[in-house]
T-cell receptor, first 115, second 112 residues
């Protein structure tokens, strides 16, 4: 595709349920990032994948959060036993390593609402 | 630790010039980027500085001083459509990590 895509665009769930958020990066981009953005706030780093290296999970807020990236392309962020404080927009970005700049290309995000 | 500091809000008048500052503290440093985000939208890349000095792209310019761990985004001839949040970001290449960390963002209000 032409850009980073994410699905679903909106997700409403009940407290305690599990959710899966999907990110499809730009073809050929080996670096993939997940961020969380609460209303009116900055981007909170969650996790970073780079090629076949072990992911940098240092930003995941708890063990309820996990992510995987299959085949070096699509990534899924899973939140188990969702809590109301998990409500936020979850943004995915991809980047082509080796370019002269640090340009990240962001997807439109998934707005998660936990009731 | 890693941190980026930028003002939470800035207000300017249409047609004027505004500067948004960013200071950073990271274990490693590769470059400073700036992103724009309109309400309800995704961040979009504006500019990047890896070396000291000023980079100009149309009405937007970005400056970096590595020795001061400081940079700024300069917006000239402000237009109402420039009302948005602006984020500085640093690629921290310390500890093998290559992750990109964002500041909390500066909300730019433009008055007619």
């Amino acid at each position: 595709g032409a850009g980073v895509s994410q699905s679903p665009s909106n997700k409403v769930t009940e407290k305690g349920k599990d959710v899966e958020l999907r990110c499809d990066p730009i073809s050929g981009h080996t670096a993939l990032y997940w961020y969380r953005q609460s209303l009116g706030q900055g981007l909170e780093f969650l996790i970073y994948f780079q090629g076949n290296s072990a992911p940098d999970k240092s930003g995941l807020p708890s063990d309820r959060f996990s992510a995987e990236r299959t085949g070096g392309s699509v990534s899924t962020l899973t939140i188990q036993r969702t809590q109301q404080e998990d409500s936020a927009v979850y943004l995915c970005a991809s980047r082509h390593l080796g370019q002269d700049t640090d340009t990240q290309y962001f997807g439109p995000g998934t707005r998660l609402t936990v009731l | 630790g890693q941190s980026l500091e930028q003002p939470s809000e800035v207000t300017a008048v249409e047609g004027a010039i505004v500067q948004i500052n960013c200071t950073y503290q990271t274990s490693g440093f590769y470059g400073l980027s700036w992103y724009q985000q309109h309400d309800g939208g995704a961040p979009t890349f504006l500019s990047y500085n890896a070396l000291d000095g000023l980079e100009e792209t149309g009405r937007f310019s970005s400056f970096l001083s590595r020795s001061d761990s400081y940079g700024y985004l300069l917006l000239q001839e402000l237009q109402m459509k420039d009302s948005a949040s602006y984020f500085c970001a640093v690629r921290d290449n310390g500890n093998r990590d290559d992750k990109i960390i964002f500041g909390k963002g500066t909300r730019l209000h433009i008055l007619p």
